[in-house]
Structures are given as C-alpha cells and as structure tokens.
C-alpha cells in the first residue's frame, strides 16, 4: 500500500523549511506542555533556544513536531519567521505568524519518522519523503485516553492535566471507582499507600486533592510541602501515582480499609516510606 506523506496533505513547495522535533530536554516532556498549554510548545519550545539559531533565514517556513515516543511524532504548528529577536537571558528567539491553511491539520496529524541522530531541527526537503503520516485524529490531541486501571502510572504533573482539564476519560474511570492507590517519590524509593472510598470521594475526588495541595492531608506529606528545602515542588518534580487495586462503588470501604492496610504491611510503607498509621 502506498504511504501518504505529509507533504501530501502540505503540500509545500518552497525551500529552506525547517522542521523542529521537541524531545525530552531533562526536565520536561514537551508532551505533556503540550497537553497543558499548546502555546508553551507552539511559541516557547518552538521559537526559543538559548543556543545557536534554529532558523536562521527570515519569511521561510517553520514546522513543529512533538515526541509521542518511539517514531511518532505530532504535528503541532506551521510558522512563517518573520523576524529575530535576541534577549539576554532567553538565548536566541523569533516572531512568526502561524500559517491558517493548515490550522486544521495541527494537533491532529501524526507522523512516522526514525530520528536516527540527536539533531533536533531538519531541513524538510532532506526527509520530506520519510515523514508518513500514520494517523489523523478527529479531534486536537489531549492525551485523554484511559489506559485500563493495570496501566496507570502518573507523574504529579501528568496527573494535574488530567484533573484540571477534567478528562473526560480519566473522570469516568475514576470518579465511580474505590481504590487502593500508591505514591512514589521518585527521587528516594519511600513509598505512600493510600485509600480512596465514598467516605472521602473516590478516587477522582481523593487524586484531585493531592493536585490542589500536594499531599492530600496525610501527615508525613504535609512535612514535605511545608517543608522549605522541599515545598510543593518537590512533590511535582518527584511523585508519582499509580492503582494497586481498583473496586466499584458497591464495595463496602471497610474491605477497602483491610485491602490498603495489607500493601502497607506488603511494602512496608510505615517502617521505610510516608505512611505514619
């Protein structure tokens, strides 16, 4: 079967187009910017580097991809460079103007392509018949779909886009669902286990204020937060949530209880990590 392009669904015929693929920069997954804010991406990660220039050549075309993993990447914005700009502190940036003849294909389209060096910008013309677009979504991707309860595993960050967008994937799952839940700080092994049951809202509920305030009113994490060589940052550079084991609203949250007290006895949670009780 013949692949289809993206320059089929472009079409562009000018030369000197670059095209940037934001990856993973140490810190932060573009992805999940992405998710949060597509304008972080479209104009910060996109337009600024504090570097060498990206795009050197004014009025050419500019093309953004973000790493969905692997091979795929999402097409996320088409600009034209209309000019330099050069700060102090943010390195070397540019003013374009996104290009409204392909508005709808942004945030939809993903495309197959093998990255084989660590060069994040290419010139379009160099892989232009690499690039297979292997899927159009019908809607502006939001990274909403649900994964099954055996395949959750979020960092602090990731959780709050689900929640503050309110997902409408995650919030079905979720918010009729008892739970026995774990946090793991990523950055010393110590483990939390947790509960969420009608008396304190279900998971949706439960998950929605550790969002809010980082630790949920659970003692050991309160210290955290409060602490000032750690605070709330710690928690959303560090945490990780995940579902040991998931039930339906009809069972009675005492059996919840014995089931959060046995995962702590299992990964002995109260000796080594956060649980005090």
């Known amino acids: 079967m013949e692949k289809i392009l993206l320059n089929d669904l472009l079409h562009i015929n000018e030369d000197s187009v670059r095209m940037k693929f934001n990856v993973y920069n140490g810190e932060e997954e573009?992805?999940?910017?992405?998710?949060?804010a597509p304008e972080e991406i479209n104009d910060g990660w996109f337009l600024w580097y504090n570097g060498r220039r990206y795009f050197p050549d004014i009025d050419k075309l500019a093309i953004c991809f973000?790493?969905?993993?692997?091979?795929?990447?999402?097409l996320t914005t088409v600009k034209r460079i209309k000019k330099?700009?050069?700060?102090v502190e943010n390195g070397v940036g540019y003013e374009a103007e996104e290009i409204a003849a392909y508005k709808k294909y942004y945030g939809r389209v993903i495309v197959k392509y093998h990255k084989s060096s660590r060069t994040i910008v290419r010139y379009f013309d160099s892989v232009k018949d690499e690039l297979e677009v292997v899927e159009i979504l019908n809607?502006?991707?939001t990274g909403d779909e649900f994964p099954g309860y055996d395949n959750v595993r979020l960092s602090y960050e990731q959780l709050a886009n689900i929640i503050n967008r309110h997902s409408g994937g995650w919030f079905g799952a979720l918010n009729s669902q008892k739970a026995v839940y774990l946090i793991t700080d990523r950055n010393n092994g110590k483990l939390y286990v947790g509960s969420a049951t009608a008396d304190n809202g279900m998971l949706w509920s439960r998950w929605s204020a550790y969002v809010a305030n980082g630790h949920g009113?659970?003692?050991?994490?309160?210290?955290i937060v409060n602490d000032s060589a750690k605070g709330f940052a710690y928690?959303?550079?560090?945490?990780?949530?995940?579902?040991?084991?998931?039930?339906?609203?009809?069972v009675d949250d005492s059996y919840i209880l014995k089931r959060?007290?046995?995962?702590?006895?299992?990964?002995?949670?109260?000796?080594?990590?956060?649980?005090?009780?």
């Open 260 to 277: 959060e007290a046995w995962w702590k006895k299992v990964l002995r949670s109260k000796e080594f990590g956060y649980n005090d009780n």
């Open 217 to 223: 009113g659970n003692k050991e994490l309160i210290e």
């Open 84 to 87: 330099i700009l050069w700060d």
């Open 235 to 250: 928690v959303k550079k560090n945490f990780q949530y995940t579902i040991l084991e998931n039930f339906n609203s009809k």
């Open 30 to 36: 573009p992805l999940e910017r992405y998710k949060a």
């Open 66 to 74: 973000v790493s969905l993993g692997g091979d795929l990447w999402l």
């Open 139 to 141: 809607s502006q991707y």
